[in-house]
């Protein structure tokens, strides 16, 4: 990773990245501008979160089942408004929402969007870390825009990220030229570019996974965990366990200092519990263009065609050894 010198924000950053294409029209740009700005009146919500009262459940379920959280509804609404202004995004798919909302149908609506607005939302009575993930693609439609924007795979997104409101506020993002990571100043409101092409080591010191799902694994997840844990020191180096329960929080540090994420399926989770569209693809692009990986145990996540919106898929993601070695694991014992 090479550290910059000069003072860049994330505009000048990405409309100098697109000068780099002729062909570009400086749409892209923009879109990510409104990204980044939905993020900033999320981050702004969630600093006062612990002061107004806005915490808890906000006692309604989402389209998961799962409650939600006031700020989930909050930041959905945040990044839709931020969305949907400039008329660039024909439609937008969010975690929260059961359809896909249409914004646009002109012509110049040449993206689909997909949000996960909060990521890790049970954090949010703790004052633990919390995300935004985002994955954009270009419109296939003609005409209305239609679901099959929304599923396309990940091998077709032109853009994705997440920002991660931790002890600073960062946004991570790639267009497929490498990873680059922004810090937010708050004293001017503005991303600065801190982590420029950022890679991930191949193998990782860290093992991120919720253990507690350990008895309901198959055999293989099993046994790739033990190896971690340094039963197995001939063929795996023992690893740091850390896991907080935001799939962005835990995502991000494996990115920066290596390491291995895994949801695998379960007894109670037979499909994983993550969802494919905008929290596995997202990150599996940004994992491969830091040199790492993501599979589901058997396909590359960015291969897999979604069939429906909130689709679920086991996930294995991070360093590209630590991800290799896990497959092998999940392939000779799938039960
Ligand atoms: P969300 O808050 O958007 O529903 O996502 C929570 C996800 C993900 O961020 C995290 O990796 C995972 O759920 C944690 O699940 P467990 O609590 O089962 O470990
Ligand atoms: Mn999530
Ligand atoms: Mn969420």
Redesign the pocket.
């Known amino acids: 990773m090479k550290r910059p010198t000069a003072v860049t924000t994330i505009e000048s950053f990405i409309l100098e990245q697109e000068r780099q294409h002729p062909q570009a029209t400086g749409e892209l740009t923009n879109l990510l501008y409104d990204v980044a700005l939905g993020t900033k009146l999320v981050a702004a919500a969630i600093r006062r979160a612990g002061l107004v009262d806005i915490l808890g459940s906000a006692g309604d379920v989402n389209v998961q089942g799962e409650e939600q959280q006031k700020l989930d509804v909050f930041a959905n609404e945040c990044m839709k408004s931020a969305l949907a202004a400039a008329g660039r995004v024909c439609v937008l798919a969010s975690?929260e929402d059961e359809l896909p909302t249409q914004i646009s149908s002109g012509s110049e609506a040449r993206y689909a969007v997909l949000i996960?607005p909060l990521?890790?939302s049970s954090n949010i009575d703790v004052n633990g870390s919390v995300g935004t993930i985002f994955s954009i693609y270009r419109r296939v439609s003609d005409g209305e825009p239609d679901i099959m924007d929304v599923l396309q795979p990940g091998n077709q997104q032109v853009a994705a990220g997440y920002v991660m409101y931790g002890s600073s506020v960062m946004l991570v993002y790639t267009t497929g030229a490498g990873v680059h990571g922004f810090t937010l100043d708050p004293t001017v409101g503005e991303f600065l570019l801190s982590h420029h092409y950022i890679t991930m080591p191949e193998t990782g010191k860290y093992l991120s996974v919720n253990e507690s799902n350990f008895p309901r694994w198959t055999k293989g997840a099993q046994k790739a965990v033990r190896a971690f844990h340094g039963e197995r020191p001939e063929v795996m180096a023992a690893k740091n366990s850390r896991y907080i329960g935001s799939?962005v929080a835990d995502f991000h540090r494996n990115l920066i200092a290596g390491g291995v994420f895994l949801y695998p399926s379960d007894t109670r989770n037979p499909k994983g519990k993550l969802r494919l569209s905008y929290?596995a693809n997202p990150m599996a692009l940004i994992a491969e263009q830091a040199g790492g990986a993501a599979t589901n145990g058997m396909t590359r996540i960015l291969d897999i065609q979604p069939e429906e919106l909130h689709q679920r898929t086991p996930l294995v993601i991070g360093s590209k050894k630590d991800v290799e070695f896990v497959v092998d694991m999940l392939r000779n014992e799938p039960e």
């Open positions: 975690e996960d990521d890790g799939l929290e």
